[in-house]
C-alpha cells in the first residue's frame, strides 16, 4: 500500500511538472522542451524501480493528456515518455556502474527527442522531420544534465526524509 501511495505522489509531481512546464515560454526551437516531468521519472528508476517509473511516466502522459486534450501531443509524449524511460530503466538495471544519473538522463533525453520525431514523422508523413535530430541533440545535453542534477537533488532529500534526517 505504502508503494503505491508513493507512486501517486510521484504521478502527482510529474503531473505538476508537466502542466507547469506547458505554461512556460517555448523554446525557439520546434519541438525542444526542458523535460522537467522527467525529473520525477529519473528520480522514480532509482527509488522505486522501472516498474514504478512505468506508471509514472504512463500516469503523468494520461493526466497531462486530460488537461491539453490534443492526441497528437499526447502520442509524442508518451512515445518519448514510454522510450525515455526504457532506455533509462535498461541503462539504470544494466550498466549503472558505468553510467551517471546524469548519464543516465542524457540517454534518456535523446530517446525522447527520437521517439517525439519518429511520432512527428508518422502523423506529418514526412521523414524530413528528423531534420530536426541535431538540433534537438544538441539542446537534449543541458536539458539532459539539468534533469539528471535535479534528479539527484530530489533523490537525496527524499532519502533524507525516508530516514527521518532533518537538514
Do not use: D, Y
Not at 119 to 133: C, K, M
Request: net charge positive.
Amino acid at each position: 500500500m505504502r508503494l503505491l501511495v508513493i507512486t501517486a505522489m510521484f504521478i502527482t509531481m510529474a503531473t505538476i511538472l508537466h502542466i507547469i512546464e506547458g505554461l512556460l515560454p517555448p523554446i525557439p526551437v520546434t519541438g525542444a522542451k526542458l523535460g522537467l516531468a522527467n525529473i520525477i521519472t529519473v528520480a522514480a528508476i532509482f527509488l522505486l524501480g522501472p516498474r514504478m517509473a512505468l506508471a509514472v511516466a504512463v500516469g503523468r502522459t494520461l493526466l497531462g493528456f486530460l488537461f491539453s486534450a490534443s492526441a497528437v501531443g499526447f502520442a509524442m509524449s508518451f512515445s518519448g515518455a514510454v522510450l525515455s524511460w526504457a532506455v533509462m530503466s535498461l541503462l539504470f538495471q544494466l550498466a549503472r556502474h558505468s553510467f551517471s544519473l546524469i548519464g543516465i538522463s542524457l540517454a534518456g533525453a535523446v530517446a525522447h527527442n527520437i521517439a517525439q520525431l519518429t511520432v512527428a514523422s508518422f502523423v506529418l508523413e514526412n521523414i524530413s522531420t528528423f531534420t530536426l535530430l541535431p538540433l534537438l541533440m544538441f539542446f537534449a545535453v543541458p536539458t539532459g544534465i539539468m534533469v539528471g542534477a535535479a534528479s539527484g537533488f530530489l533523490i537525496r532529500v527524499l532519502e533524507r526524509i525516508s530516514k527521518g534526517e532533518k537538514r
